[in-house]
């Protein structure tokens, strides 16, 4: 009987790593727009597809270099 709460609450941490892995992603990396990344997570990660938005907005580089013309 004990066993039944050891699945459940391994499979329940284990989603919730995986629902905010975008929002810690984005965390660990400093990207200027983790607050918005987790923000937009919480609130539409759900749909998958809202998921997925910020799983790849949280590894965009935002260090881009643009060329200075003289």
Known sequence: ????YVYFWFWFVFLAVLYFMPAVIAIMRAHPNRFAIGLLNI??????????????????????VVPVED
């Open 1 to 4: 009987m004990i066993w039944h």
């Open 43 to 64: 609130l539409t990660g759900w749909t998958c597809i809202g998921w997925i938005v910020t799983l790849v907005w949280a590894f965009t580089d935002q260090s881009r």
